[in-house]
Structure formats: structure tokens, C-alpha cells
């Protein structure tokens, strides 16, 4: 009898850690998914904060062009609107990529042209187009002319 009793409680107890396991399984496959939901969410509107930045910035472009009369001060609101770019920029964590008069690097810079000068080989004596960063991560690389070195040592190399 004893027996039976023990056997009869044991069975309970397991048939308790089995629908406890149950629950607490069915608890994570939703947590799972409400978090997977919510990640989806804010990678989909995690930009509007720009957005409402760029936003302003281009109602502040139409307000400046309005004046297309009167020339002075269309260049200071135009002045005034890249200063607000440069700051939105920053705030982004976006930083311009110095390159004048650096050496080249091939994982930084694009060259666009070699060019003889009195510079030495290499280094970077004309920035074509801007590049940046975007926290670390280079996300448009400048576009440079380096020089090739003077000419008289080109022709040693020949």
C-alpha cells in the first residue's frame, strides 16, 4: 500500500515537473518571439529620428530658396543649412576622412589619378570627392590623386 502510495505521488510530482516544463517552454518560444518582433520593428523605424532631422533640413532649403531674389541672403540661409547638415552629421557620429597630403592607403583611399609632382610618391595631393566614416566603418571612400614622384626619379625607375 505504502508502495502504491509513493509510486502514485511520485507519478504526481513528475506529471507536475512535466507541465511545469511545459509552461515554461511555451513562456520562452514566446518571449522569443515577442523580442524577435520588437527587434524587427526597431530596425524598421529606428532611422525616423534622421528622417525628421533631413526633413527640417530640407523645409529649411524650400524657405531659403524662396528668397532666389535676394542673393545675399539665399547664400547665408544656404550657408546656415550646411552648417545645420554638418551638425546633424556629427550628431550621427559621420566624420569627414582627412586626406591631403597623407600617404596613400588602398584600404582607405580610391585613386582616381598618378600624377609627377614635387611630392613624394604616394602621398595624396588632391582630394576629388569627400570620404567618410559612420561611427568606425568607412561607408564612402574619398576619391584622391596621388603623386607619382618627380619626374626625374620616374625615369630612374623606367
Known sequence: MKKNNEESELKNKLQEYENDLK???AEFENFQKRTEKEKQELLRYAS???IIK???LKEDFERAL???EAKEELLQGLD?????FDKLLQEEEV???EVLNKKYDPFIHE???KIISDQDESTIIEEVQKGYYYKDKIIKHPKVKISGG???EQNNFS
Request: charged letters at 40%.
Open 23 to 25: 509552461r515554461i517552454q
Open 48 to 50: 525616423h529620428k534622421l
Open 54 to 56: 533631413l526633413i527640417n
Open 66 to 68: 524662396e528668397n532666389k
Open 80 to 84: 546656415l543649412i550646411k552648417k545645420e
Open 95 to 97: 566624420r569627414y576622412i
Open 111 to 113: 585613386i582616381i589619378q
Open 150 to 152: 618627380k619626374e626625374n
